[in-house]
């Protein structure tokens, strides 16, 4: 045991007490979470250029009324009103007379002219807009631009329309203006938490508004936190393993030491690396929420579930990584093996959003109860507000920890037959064979 705790010690300081170790520290999170980041950073920033758009109005009772509402928009919304700068995009309105008999070469030309930044964009309003029939053609109003992104000026555009719309058709029915917006009158639907019950005073609180972000962004953090630990812990002991192979340093530590107790040293090194960057992220992210008054949205409750998980992690594709390095005589043999270890980590990476958009459903459930998946899928439900059932992390835990004493004994057959082998290169019928053989 001491000689095991002596080989951790010399993998946990081999990795931690170097500049690349605390380069990584501020790089990891900005390269796992740049996107991220740079949304919330540049979520303000507007693009101020004025937008000068055509409007081609076939049915001759809109234009109009866009031309009057962007100018009025333009007035209140463009400067802003202490400073006077400029905050936002002046939107230019254009009208043009539409030519019945030439409309397609009107239609290109128009083109052209956003394709040369004349324009930004232009729009055309069918002829029959006001009272739509069977020929849809006709009441359509299309935006023609160079980006389908391009959406501010075409949801603008939505509400003057459709109340233009609204107001000419009550007219010719001979309906009151102002009685036509009550009745038309529409509230939007707010997301709001569940209503619940305060123990201590047995008052019954209101439900908390949510914000559909905060909901995302929270459990994507949790996971992708999670995977940069297992990546920090597991991912070093395949070089490190084919270093030492490589350097014939295995067969000097193999002489006090069996090839498993080995491994498992350097497995709990790892899981020092890890707990020690967790804690530096845990530490600067609760100052960071703090200040930001943002603390009361950490789910702190699944922390615990959080620490079991990353060590059952960091041990499962630890011992495997190990045993690929212990397996392989170059680091070209051991990169065409990397993705059988690589895949059961990513996966979870590319169908997180569908289950933090249903974390109740039957494939969410069954995906964070696959063993290789659980780590990261059980913590990214359970970091969702509506949670799961209280049984599944612990069932998802239990079958974790049992792949995970399989994975480290099979990582250790195969360690122990690789680390002194040399000269050939390894395959997966033969690593297999290790596993069965010893």
Known sequence: MRKMLKIARREYNAQVRTKGFIIGLALAPLLA????????LLKDTVDVTDKHVAILDRSEVVAATLVDEAGKRNERRVYDAKTGEKV????LLEVVAP???GLDAQRLALSDRVRTRELFAFVEIGPEVVHPGEDREDSRITFHSKSPLSTDVREWMYWPTNHRLLELRAQEAGLDEELVNR???RIGIESCGLVSLDRATGKVLNAKRTNELEAVFLPFIMVMLLFLMMMMGAMPLLSSTLEEKSQRIAEILLGSITPFRMMMGKL???VGVSLTSLTVYLCAGFVATQSMDFAENIPFHIMPWFFLYLVSAIFMFGALLSAIGAACNEQSEAQSLMPFIMLPMLIPMFIWFAVVKEP???FSTVMSLVPPFTPMLMTLRLATPSGVPEWQPWVGLAGVVLFTLASVWAGGRIFRVGILMQGQPPKIGTLLRWVLRG
């Open 33 to 40: 979470c740049g996107g991220i980041i740079a949304f919330f």
């Open 88 to 91: 936002r995009p002046a939107y």
């Open 99 to 101: 030519d019945q008999e």
């Open 183 to 185: 009745v038309t009158q």
């Open 268 to 270: 709990i090194g790892g």
């Open 360 to 362: 109740l459903s039957g």
